[in-house]
């Protein structure tokens, strides 16, 4: 447990009190004494992110109690974290009878929360009887057998759902019975976002794992998918792989799929195909994958004559006193990079090694100097996929550019460091960072490329909302 505390009176009055954290709750302890001067701020057990998240643990009771108020600045890239523990105590002064706003409180730090239904397995969607199959090659090359038409499915996170919406619309969500969590906290994410689109799903989906987690057995066979596909992503594959005797047993099929894989526009082409071929619909997946795959066009074409490639240096989830890990262009964010023209700085030292496909690669500091790459892209930082759907906000901190040298790069003094939403390399928009991207390192060659046009395209032709359901870009600015 974490204790911003400053010497504390014989009597104190101590208020408990939560409120949702990036993990679940997050339960404080306020200590104030009658005059309202607030003694100490304990956070109890949580589950948030460590380092990131634990971050924010660390430091925001502290500043709490020396500023005397919950006008706090937010520790980057754990807004979530910071946002619980000034909520939490925020309701610890009302449940005592104070007024949070005259601590500072500000509505742009509520968290509000749409309602969610827990899992009723009554609930469920029934089946309709099934009058053909199909057998597919899922992309481990695995021959699967579904019977057809599929009455439900589940998916190993909710960001798989992505792929099914352009597909089916609304009965993406009237389809699902099961999803895993992410480390982004896509299981409660997609459901404020998508609950009052399409009404309240969540009462007929089961979580079925935690994050880069074994898959719950047992909450699968209450739900009852007919298919259970599998992205790539957190080991989940092996996980699925582990359970699929038992699932094969049940009538339950596996499909695995790979996005970004390690050919970021042939993978979500192939995954989409999948897709359109077992939900029946493959004219709409062959118009889905032939948008997505012009603006790829588009960019390759570009590149061709575009000249030197920058030196590009990528990181996640970095601050100045942590260093994240790192992509080569086998794995991750550098397939993106790669696809826009960059010349990952990250490549010389790692691809050949036994980990250039991993996306946990922590390279040597010094070597970030010595390279003093034209452009640095960052993600994990500052917001995430769907952070921004109840949190906008002023400014960003990037708190990465403190680190002893970094002043000096060239790409901080061109101001040429950028983040993007997390996890849209892995995911059905990563078509957008690549457009972007490209745009940054080819400022001349893609002057009339506007890829934020080419994103409100997609979501207005495929999607059940608008492009302003994330933050997807966000440049520095000192």
Do not use: C
């Not at 993406?172 to 998508?194: E, T």
């Not at 599998?230 to 092996?238: E, K, P």
């Not at 493959?282 to 948008?291: C, F, K, L, T």
Request: hydrophobic share 40%.
């Amino acid at each position: 447990m974490e204790e911003a505390s400053e010497t504390i009176p014989e009597t104190p009055l101590q208020l408990t009190a939560s409120a949702p954290g990036y993990h679940g709750e997050l339960s404080v302890t306020l200590t104030i004494d009658s005059d309202g001067k607030m003694h100490a701020v304990e956070v109890g057990e949580n589950e948030e992110t460590q380092d990131i998240g634990t971050l924010a643990i660390e430091k925001i009771p502290s500043m709490i109690v020396e500023a005397q108020s919950l006008d706090v600045d937010v520790i980057s890239g754990a807004t979530k974290t910071t946002k619980g523990i000034v909520n939490a105590v925020a309701n610890a002064l009302e449940a005592g009878g104070y007024s949070a706003e005259a601590y500072g409180f500000k509505d742009s730090m509520k968290i509000e929360m749409v309602s969610i239904s827990a899992f009723d397995a009554e609930m469920l969607p029934e089946k309709v009887p099934t009058t053909s199959s199909i057998t597919v090659n899922d992309v481990k090359g695995r021959a699967v057998t579904i019977d057809l038409p599929i009455s439900t499915y589940a998916i190993s996170t909710m960001d798989v759902i992505d792929f099914i919406i352009p597909l089916k619309g609304q009965e993406a969500f009237d389809m699902l019975v099961g999803s895993g969590q992410d480390g982004g906290g896509g299981f409660q994410k997609y459901a404020q976002l998508y609950v009052p689109v399409v009404g309240d799903y969540m009462v007929h989906v089961g979580q079925i794992s935690d994050h880069n987690a074994p898959f719950d057995l047992e909450m699968i066979l209450a739900t009852q998918p007919d298919v259970l596909f599998v992205n790539s992503a957190m080991g989940a594959h092996r996980y699925a792989l582990e359970v699929e005797p038992q699932l094969t047993a049940a009538g339950i099929q596996v499909v695995l799929i790979d996005v970004p894989g390690k050919d970021l526009k042939n993978s979500v082409s192939s995954t989409l195909k999948l897709l359109g071929d077992i939900f029946e619909v493959p004219e709409r997946a062959e118009e889905v994958a032939g948008y997505i795959n012009d603006q790829y066009a588009i960019i390759e074409e570009g590149i061709a004559n575009a000249g030197d490639a920058p030196t590009v240096y990528y990181e996640k989830s970095g601050y100045a006193e942590i260093y994240g890990p790192t992509a080569t262009s086998m794995s991750g964010w550098g397939l993106p990079i790669n696809m826009a023209g960059g010349k990952n700085i990250a490549d010389e030292i790692l691809m050949g090694t036994a980990t250039a496909g991993g996306a946990g690669n922590t390279i040597d500091p010094e070597y970030v100097l010595e390279a003093d790459p034209d452009i640095i892209v960052v993600s994990g930082i500052n917001d995430g996929w769907l952070d921004a759907i109840n949190d906008e906000k002023e400014t960003y901190a990037f708190d990465i550019v403190n680190r002893i040298g970094w002043q000096s790069l060239h790409a901080i003094e061109e101001g040429k460091l950028y983040e993007f939403a997390h996890s849209t390399s892995r995911s059905i928009f990563a078509f957008y960072p690549t457009m972007k991207m490209a745009t940054l390192f080819y400022p001349d060659t893609f002057s009339e490329l506007d890829p934020e046009a080419a994103l409100d395209v997609f979501f207005d032709r495929f999607m059940l909302t608008d492009s302003s359901i994330s933050t997807w870009f966000i440049p520095y600015e000192e």
